[in-house]
């Protein structure tokens, strides 16, 4: 039985590796043409930057009902079903593309953020079969599988993608939905035919009739009476936060300080490198040292990041650089850790639905981020919004501590913690 499921676990890590290059490309490429295209069609910065945040709200309102399909009739058919979504999400926005419809490429870029959520889904379904010490490990391959799609996205994207749509006559930024509608079908597809057998099946748990929280705010409720759940959801969105705030604020920064775009996209791939080529390297040390001690971690290179980045001028690349290196580095820690320490904290009939509830809150977290960074970085500029992101957190690191500490002393007085480590 155990030589079966080790096979299985085998086999899924390899599928969903195979599945999640492609739709992270996907993802990738119909974010960085998001803004620019909106751009074009409305000639508002508004209107641009809302349509980039639709990827954020897309996710935010997929992650539950993707949980509930999973829950209910497994991993494979709840992933092909989101990644159906960010490829339908793909080509309403790449026929708003040609038909010069703003409202149409809204409703397309919600739908692609449908796929992200399901990006973000499948590194659950790598840990499921996972011995208990190699989860953070499973987990962080699958996130360094994303890197390829991530990084190499947008630069497909904007360049050959913008060009063989030109070539056929179509508008230029077409190309990039085009693509992504062609790489979301090779995602699902590949799932489609290799995720066999469906994780959840080898657990026993699809098909049957399990108690599931039926609101986020039931699933909340749930997550707030597990300290370990606490933290891993605390961790997950203080980074999640962080992160996209940051992010989305520096080339306008950078801009200011009129560096050329593609000194942007660099600053952008090295952070990008940093959430996601790190990760087998961060799931091992998870496994070795704990998720307590790794979520402080993170905090702590998160606030490095944040205030380094909020130190340098806006002509100043190469602080620009290292801040949103740890950046991505520190959301990277947060996000496994986080991840293992919500796995480990409920049994395995509870478990999908409150990893779905945990990214809910999560996405949510990085979309008020996102849409609340430029009404912040207007009101008190980018050095004071970078710093107040740092001190922010610092408070992951104070809760890390805390729950480390608690574990620590229940496991000597013989009680048992759930997800400690």
Request: net charge positive; charged share 10%; proline share 4%.
């Amino acid at each position: 039985m155990l030589i079966e499921r080790a096979a299985a676990h085998q086999r899924t890590t390899r599928t969903l590796m195979a599945s999640v290059i492609p739709t992270s490309a996907a993802m990738a490429a119909g974010f960085a043409a998001a803004a620019v295209l909106a751009k074009e069609m409305t000639d508002s910065e508004l209107l641009a930057g809302l349509a980039a945040a639709m990827m954020q709200v897309g996710s935010v309102v997929t992650t539950v009902p993707l949980a509930r399909r999973m829950a209910r009739l497994g991993r494979r058919r709840g992933l092909v079903a989101g990644w159906s979504i960010g490829m339908v999400g793909a080509g309403l926005a790449f026929v708003a593309a040609v038909a010069d419809f703003y409202p149409l490429l809204v409703v397309g870029i919600v739908g692609i953020g449908a796929g992200n959520a399901t990006n973000l889904a499948a590194r659950f379904a790598s840990a499921d079969l996972a011995p208990d010490h190699r989860r953070a490990r499973a987990i962080g391959m699958l996130v360094w599988a994303t890197t390829f799609g991530a990084a190499l996205g947008p630069t497909v994207a904007l360049g050959p993608a913008s060009a063989v749509a030109r070539f056929m006559g179509l508008p230029e930024l077409s190309g990039p939905y085009l693509l992504g509608t062609i790489l979301f079908v090779i995602g699902l597809v590949t799932t489609y035919l290799w995720l066999r057998p469906d994780p959840l099946e080898v657990l026993g748990t699809v098909g049957k009739e399990i108690a599931r929280p039926a609101s986020p705010l039931v699933v909340g409720r749930l997550i707030a009476t597990v300290p370990a759940a606490r933290l891993a959801v605390i961790a997950m969105l203080m980074g999640q936060a962080v992160m996209v705030g940051v992010m989305t604020m520096t080339p306008l920064h950078m801009e200011n300080g009129d560096h050329q775009l593609r000194v942007i996209g660099w600053v952008i791939s090295v952070h990008v490198l940093g959430m996601y080529a790190f990760s087998p390297i961060v799931g091992w040390l998870v496994d070795r040292i704990g998720p307590h001690l790794m979520i402080g971690a993170g905090g702590v290179i998160l606030c490095i990041g944040a205030e380094t980045a909020a130190h340098n001028s806006a002509e100043d690349s190469a602080g620009m650089f290292a801040g949103l290196l740890l950046i991505g580095l520190g959301w990277s820690f947060g996000l496994i850790a986080g991840s293992v320490l919500l796995t480990g904290a409920f049994p395995v009939a509870q478990r999908v639905e409150v990893q779905g509830g945990a990214d809910f809150f999560m996405t949510t977290g990085g979309a008020v981020a996102g849409l609340s960074a430029g009404a912040a970085m207007e009101a008190v500029g980018y050095h004071s919004f970078s710093h107040w992101a740092g001190l922010a957190a610092l408070l992951l690191v104070a809760a890390a501590l805390a729950a480390w500490y608690t574990a620590r002393q229940e496991q000597a007085r013989g009680v048992s913690y759930r997800g400690a480590g």
